[in-house]
Protein backbone atom coordinates (compact mmCIF):
# COMPACT_ATOMS: atom_id res chain seq x y z
CA UNK A 1 0.00 0.00 0.00
CA UNK A 2 3.06 2.74 0.52
CA UNK A 3 4.36 1.85 -2.71
CA UNK A 4 1.47 2.78 -4.26
CA UNK A 5 0.77 5.89 -1.86
CA UNK A 6 4.47 6.70 -3.61
CA UNK A 7 3.85 6.19 -6.91
CA UNK A 8 0.41 8.12 -6.99
CA UNK A 9 2.53 11.01 -5.53
CA UNK A 10 4.86 11.17 -7.99
CA UNK A 11 2.68 10.66 -10.59
CA UNK A 12 0.20 13.88 -9.28
CA UNK A 13 3.76 15.82 -8.73
CA UNK A 14 4.65 15.08 -12.88
CA UNK A 15 1.14 16.24 -13.70
CA UNK A 16 1.42 19.19 -11.42
CA UNK A 17 4.36 20.39 -13.47
CA UNK A 18 3.50 19.36 -16.81
CA UNK A 19 0.35 21.41 -16.21
CA UNK A 20 2.63 24.46 -14.99
CA UNK A 21 4.89 24.06 -18.02
CA UNK A 22 2.16 24.75 -20.38
CA UNK A 23 0.63 27.64 -18.37
CA UNK A 24 4.19 28.84 -18.73
CA UNK A 25 4.26 28.28 -22.54
CA UNK A 26 0.15 29.89 -22.93
CA UNK A 27 2.02 32.77 -21.89
CA UNK A 28 4.94 33.08 -23.48
CA UNK A 29 2.67 32.37 -26.51
CA UNK A 30 0.42 35.28 -25.56
CA UNK A 31 3.44 37.67 -24.76
CA UNK A 32 5.16 37.03 -28.68
CA UNK A 33 1.53 37.12 -29.86
CA UNK A 34 1.95 40.72 -28.44
CA UNK A 35 4.85 41.11 -29.67
CA UNK A 36 4.55 39.93 -32.98
CA UNK A 37 1.33 42.24 -33.69
CA UNK A 38 4.02 45.49 -32.64
CA UNK A 39 6.15 44.78 -35.24
CA UNK A 40 3.90 43.35 -37.74
CA UNK A 41 1.92 46.43 -39.18
CA UNK A 42 -0.96 44.71 -40.35
CA UNK A 43 -1.80 42.96 -37.13
CA UNK A 44 -4.70 44.74 -35.06
CA UNK A 45 -3.00 45.83 -31.76
CA UNK A 46 -5.90 45.59 -29.60
CA UNK A 47 -7.39 42.43 -30.58
CA UNK A 48 -4.11 40.30 -30.08
CA UNK A 49 -3.98 41.85 -26.58
CA UNK A 50 -7.58 40.81 -25.95
CA UNK A 51 -6.42 37.43 -27.36
CA UNK A 52 -3.36 37.47 -24.81
CA UNK A 53 -5.37 38.49 -22.10
CA UNK A 54 -7.97 35.35 -22.68
CA UNK A 55 -4.59 33.06 -23.13
CA UNK A 56 -3.39 34.55 -19.65
CA UNK A 57 -5.91 33.95 -17.63
CA UNK A 58 -6.26 30.36 -19.13
CA UNK A 59 -2.37 29.85 -18.31
CA UNK A 60 -3.08 31.78 -15.01
CA UNK A 61 -6.19 28.89 -14.28
CA UNK A 62 -3.92 25.94 -15.28
CA UNK A 63 -1.03 27.36 -13.30
CA UNK A 64 -3.62 27.06 -9.95
CA UNK A 65 -4.70 23.60 -11.07
CA UNK A 66 -1.02 22.47 -11.16
CA UNK A 67 -0.23 24.14 -8.11
CA UNK A 68 -3.38 23.06 -6.15
CA UNK A 69 -2.34 19.52 -7.40
CA UNK A 70 1.58 19.76 -6.21
CA UNK A 71 0.57 21.05 -2.92
CA UNK A 72 -2.61 19.24 -2.10
CA UNK A 73 -1.78 15.34 -3.37
CA UNK A 74 1.91 15.50 -3.70
CA UNK A 75 3.81 17.16 -0.92
CA UNK A 76 1.15 16.67 1.69
CA UNK A 77 -1.38 13.41 0.27
CA UNK A 78 -4.74 13.45 0.23
CA UNK A 79 -5.85 14.23 3.62
CA UNK A 80 -7.13 17.83 4.88
CA UNK A 81 -5.58 17.98 8.91
CA UNK A 82 -9.18 19.31 9.79
CA UNK A 83 -11.97 20.47 8.08
CA UNK A 84 -11.46 24.49 7.97
CA UNK A 85 -8.30 23.31 6.12
CA UNK A 86 -10.42 21.96 3.26
CA UNK A 87 -12.91 24.41 2.93
CA UNK A 88 -10.23 27.04 2.53
CA UNK A 89 -8.11 25.28 0.21
CA UNK A 90 -11.08 24.47 -1.67
CA UNK A 91 -12.53 28.17 -1.40
CA UNK A 92 -9.47 29.24 -2.82
CA UNK A 93 -9.09 26.48 -5.83
CA UNK A 94 -12.55 27.32 -7.11
CA UNK A 95 -11.78 31.32 -6.79
CA UNK A 96 -9.59 30.91 -9.01
CA UNK A 97 -11.41 28.98 -11.56
CA UNK A 98 -14.83 31.95 -11.20
CA UNK A 99 -11.90 34.28 -11.67
CA UNK A 100 -10.62 32.37 -15.22
CA UNK A 101 -14.76 31.99 -15.95
CA UNK A 102 -15.52 35.69 -15.67
CA UNK A 103 -12.06 37.21 -17.39
CA UNK A 104 -12.55 34.63 -20.05
CA UNK A 105 -16.26 36.10 -20.35
CA UNK A 106 -15.21 39.88 -20.43
CA UNK A 107 -12.70 39.15 -22.70
CA UNK A 108 -15.55 37.29 -24.57
CA UNK A 109 -17.79 40.27 -24.49
CA UNK A 110 -15.39 42.69 -25.85
CA UNK A 111 -14.68 40.33 -29.02
CA UNK A 112 -18.31 39.54 -29.51
CA UNK A 113 -19.41 42.79 -29.30
CA UNK A 114 -17.01 43.95 -32.07
CA UNK A 115 -17.96 41.04 -34.62
CA UNK A 116 -21.56 40.53 -34.37
CA UNK A 117 -24.34 40.66 -31.32
CA UNK A 118 -25.36 37.83 -32.24
CA UNK A 119 -22.02 36.17 -30.48
CA UNK A 120 -22.90 37.57 -26.86
CA UNK A 121 -24.84 34.13 -26.39
CA UNK A 122 -21.62 32.59 -25.47
CA UNK A 123 -19.89 34.89 -22.98
CA UNK A 124 -23.54 35.65 -21.74
CA UNK A 125 -23.56 32.37 -20.46
CA UNK A 126 -20.06 32.34 -18.94
CA UNK A 127 -21.14 35.23 -16.83
CA UNK A 128 -24.34 32.96 -15.85
CA UNK A 129 -22.12 30.11 -15.09
CA UNK A 130 -19.30 32.84 -13.04
CA UNK A 131 -22.40 33.94 -11.03
CA UNK A 132 -23.70 30.37 -10.22
CA UNK A 133 -20.05 29.25 -9.44
CA UNK A 134 -19.82 32.11 -7.15
CA UNK A 135 -23.26 31.69 -5.15
CA UNK A 136 -22.38 27.48 -5.04
CA UNK A 137 -19.49 28.87 -3.43
CA UNK A 138 -21.07 31.05 -1.12
CA UNK A 139 -23.61 28.28 0.19
CA UNK A 140 -20.95 25.97 0.26
CA UNK A 141 -18.99 28.45 2.40
CA UNK A 142 -22.05 29.41 4.78
CA UNK A 143 -22.67 25.08 5.29
CA UNK A 144 -19.00 24.03 5.79
CA UNK A 145 -18.35 26.81 8.51
CA UNK A 146 -21.78 26.06 9.80
CA UNK A 147 -20.78 22.45 10.34
CA UNK A 148 -17.40 23.27 11.01
CA UNK A 149 -18.96 25.44 14.19
CA UNK A 150 -21.10 22.26 15.16
CA UNK A 151 -18.26 19.94 14.97
CA UNK A 152 -15.89 22.00 16.98
CA UNK A 153 -18.97 23.00 19.92
CA UNK A 154 -21.24 19.99 19.45
CA UNK A 155 -24.98 21.68 21.78
CA UNK A 156 -26.16 18.78 24.27
CA UNK A 157 -29.99 18.33 23.71
CA UNK A 158 -30.91 18.56 27.43
Known amino acids: MRAFEI????AFG?????????AGALIFYAGSGVWESFRVPDRSIGATALEAV???VIATAVFDVGKYLLEEE??????????????????KFISTII????????????????????????????????????????????????????????????
Open 54 to 56: GYT
Open 14 to 22: LASLVLMVL
Open 99 to 158: IAVLLEALVTVFEAGKEDPRLMIYPTMLLLAGGLLIVGLGVYQRLSADAEVKVRDPVEDD
Open 74 to 91: AIRGREMRNAGEARRSLT
Open 7 to 10: LTRI
